[in-house]
């Protein structure tokens, strides 16, 4: 699967009501430096939830058009999602992944050396 594929099926799995940032669907993918990748892959997007993915403080993105930006606070109101100052409550409304981002997470963290299952007994 090409980066563009995965980065697409990932935004796909994005649900109503919540958002995730360019540099964590990057992470997903296996690519944690490549935010900006999945800008470009963003801005070519069709028929897959664009409007939940934000920038890393939980900001719409700036565009060369205006309207795109309105639109995606539009589309993100309308799913229940609050802005303050202009940005999304991260805290609240950030996806975690579900059980993709959790084997991407185990994944990365096999890679640099950590034990996973340590990991996870450390979480419970």
Excluded: C
């Amino acid at each position: 699967m090409t980066f563009d594929a995965a980065v697409l099926a990932l935004v796909a799995k994005i649900p109503r009501g919540r958002v995730a940032t360019y540099g964590q669907l990057a992470a997903l993918v296996g690519k944690p430096r490549s935010a900006r990748a999945v800008g470009r892959v963003m801005r070519n997007a069709d028929g897959v939830p664009w409007h939940r993915v934000v920038n890393s403080q939980g900001g719409i993105s700036r565009r060369s058009r205006m309207t795109g930006m309105v639109t995606q606070r539009i589309r993100l109101e309308q799913e229940g999602i609050v802005f303050r100052r202009g940005r999304v409550v991260l805290r609240r409304f950030r996806w975690d992944g579900g059980a993709a981002g959790h084997r991407a997470v185990a994944r990365a963290a096999r890679r640099h050396g950590f034990d996973v299952d340590a990991l996870a007994e450390l979480r419970s």
